[in-house]
């Protein structure tokens, strides 16, 4: 598996996605993100909201996270490991 110096996220080995940061920018916003996660959940959890608007935060945030990972990581595509052994 070939990975260009300016990816954040390698694509995994088998199946689709990505795997863990291979940058250390990848680390920084995949923490970021994490942690704005948490606190949002604590900001909905302690306030008057719904489940609602608790799965609506998650579902916005994962999304995020996602696109996060389309913009600089390796293309995805469905892999199946290394096929030339």
Partial sequence: MQTDKSYWF???????GWGPPI???GWAAVLLWFAALLEGLYVLIHSRYQL?????FVAV???????LCYWKGEPPKWRWGDRSA
């Fill in 52 to 56: 609602a608007a608790r799965l609506g």
């Fill in 10 to 16: 390698p694509a995994k080995r088998y199946g689709w």
């Fill in 23 to 25: 940058k250390w920018q």
């Fill in 61 to 67: 945030m994962s999304l995020l996270l996602i696109l």
